[in-house]
């Protein structure tokens, strides 16, 4: 079973889409879903995600053009970053405002493992956490449906800096990034 101590649930996932999805994603993810449904967790930092919607809605922001080419939607950060499942190969986490992809290991267990376990360092060497609990000491944690965005953007022009973050809707924010710097493929 998993745990997730500090799990925020948001909303219950619909039947249906545990039924769609099984299979496709990791049953560390279905459980989580069972047991949690959609939330936050890792001090807020990251958030469980509805994948039809994001697939629907940002299926030509994902940029997936090698293997398969299937890349599941399953998480956000606080920081407008997507976490997708790909099959054969595992977690990865685009990173939006860095303008890059950093792989998070091939078993979500071991990821939430390690989120748990190494907390903030581990959060920090992943996905470059360390301005989020900046700004939410600042401004308070995000709700569910918005992320951090740096305005300006960094690419640009814009400094990693709390000051520098504004809460943004998290699906419309990758849009714009993506709009603005252009596709990260992988």
Known sequence: MVDIADFVPHSSVPPETTAEYRGRVPDELVEIWEQYGYGTFA????RVV??????????????????????????????????????GLGLVA?????GRVAGLGTKLKTFLTLVKAGGAAHLSRTLEWDVFPQAVAVQGEPAYE????????????GQVRAENLHRRETIPAIRMMVETQGVIGH
């Open 94 to 98: 685009i990173l939006y405002r860095a």
């Open 43 to 46: 001090e807020g930092f990251l």
């Open 146 to 157: 918005e992320s951090f965005i740096f305005v300006p953007l960094l690419s640009l022009g």
């Open 50 to 87: 509805d994948p039809k919607q994001f697939e629907a809605e940002l299926a030509d922001c994902i940029g997936k053009t090698q293997g398969d080419g299937i890349a599941i939607p399953i998480m956000v950060t606080g920081l407008g970053d997507l976490i997708t499942w790909e099959p």
